[in-house]
């Protein structure tokens, strides 16, 4: 009897474990572009971390369109893809009022459609290796199981902080 009374608390345990890291939000993402890490946090507590791939115009912050560079600074999850050719894509706010306005002052277009994505067909192969080396056009890829889980966590208007 004390062997099914242990059982059936390591199952209770599993199950409350299971269901309250399910009910935990994914309330702000940071990426840290030096570290090539995309994290997902609920208040301070870290969730989940993924290694990234980037623009592959270099680390520093984007500045035009077509620069293939990913930006700086504080934007948020706007809206999805789901048909995205990048597998599914979250979309992020960038270019915000600031962004538009030093492009507008360089005379330049500050460019737009930065996403969180996964690799798609064309992509594929890379698997696990992608962010070996920075591929996108300025976007944040993550492999096509990550989006899936990231997809899933992360609420429409989730403040994404991207970092040097």
């Known amino acids: 009897m004390a062997r099914n009374a242990k059982i059936a608390l390591l199952l209770m345990f599993v199950v ?73 894509a979250l979309h992020i706010s960038y270019p915000d009022e600031t962004d538009r306005e030093l492009a507008r002052k360089r005379g330049v277009s500050p460019g737009g459609d930065i996403m969180i994505h996964g690799l798609g067909s064309e992509f594929r192969s890379l698997g696990t290796k992608q962010y070996l080396y920075d591929w996108t056009a300025g976007c944040i890829a993550v492999t096509d199981s990550e989006i899936e889980e990231i997809w899933r966590l992360v609420p429409d208007q989730t403040p994404v902080d991207i970092r040097p």
């Open 16 to 88: 409350i474990t299971a269901f309250g890291s399910m009910q935990t939000k994914v309330d702000r993402i940071v990426v840290l572009k030096k570290e090539h890490k995309l994290i997902l946090l609920s208040g301070d507590q870290i969730l989940k971390t993924y290694s990234v791939a980037l623009g592959s115009g270099g680390l520093a912050p984007k500045r035009r369109q077509g620069d293939d560079r990913t930006p700086e600074g504080l934007y948020k999850i706007d809206y999805r893809n789901p048909a995205s050719r990048f597998h599914l």
